[in-house]
């Protein structure tokens, strides 16, 4: 399993996603106040915004929020102005970072995210240092237990993904970002147990981490998705499971 991976099932473990479940909606909606304005508000015509609403849809998020969102994106309801930015950079160890945050205040937020990159070991680079070290891809993440692993990789492919993963207690379905919805609305209505569904972009190679490079790159990454701004961070370290359990505990 990948750090990455990784360390989402180590919060997820722990409940921090049922914890943080505010914060959850709060990120996703403005992800889709942002796809909504860039491309209008016609999920079936925008391939971000139909990636965001199936992504607050695998959330459990209440159809009237995203209706909200969506129009608050389109100028039909008054809301903040939101402005995307990207912010690349190196953690512990020589890991690369992408950082991608939503705000109405750029910045203060470059400003902040300067300054925990530097309180962890890190800094921040040029626009284009790292982001060739990764992938987008479509993401599906799907309960394992009593899941019929044969069925799911017939139906997933039937439905156009591209792949089908065993990340020890998830089955991870990978598909191009633009067909994220139709498979995991798909998977639902197959009667598989969608967890989450999300654009992510996946690491091309890691970089392992041990002793003290670990733990503050596990510190870094949990002061970085804890920022209000930040929607996703997404990294290439490598910390074998055992490790990284001790750290969380």
Known sequence: MS??????????????????????????IKEITVAARMGGGDVGANSR??????????????????D?????????????????????????????????????????????????????NG??????????MFTKAGVV?????GADEERLMETALELGADDVRDEEDVLEVRCAPADLGQVSDGLKAAGFRVESAQVQMIPKNTVKLDGRDAEVMMKLMGALEDHDDVQNVWANFDIDDAVMEQIAG
């Open 141 to 145: 993440q799907l309960e394992k237990g």
């Open 49 to 66: 915004l139909r990636a965001a609403v199936a992504a607050a849809r695998a959330a459990n998020m209440p159809s009237d929020n995203v």
């Open 68 to 120: 909200r969102a969506i129009k608050k994106g389109t100028g039909e309801l008054a809301g903040v102005t939101y402005e995307e930015s990207s912010f690349e950079g190196y953690g512990p160890g020589g890991v690369a970072l992408l950082v991608e945050t939503v705000t109405d205040n750029r910045n203060r937020t470059v400003s902040e995210i300067r300054h925990l990159f530097a309180k962890h």
């Open 3 to 28: 750090g990455h991976s990784r360390w989402s099932t180590i919060k997820r473990k722990k409940g921090a996603a049922d914890a943080k479940r505010g914060k959850v909606f709060t990120k996703l």
């Open 123 to 132: 800094n921040m680079g040029e626009t284009g240092c790292v982001s060739w």
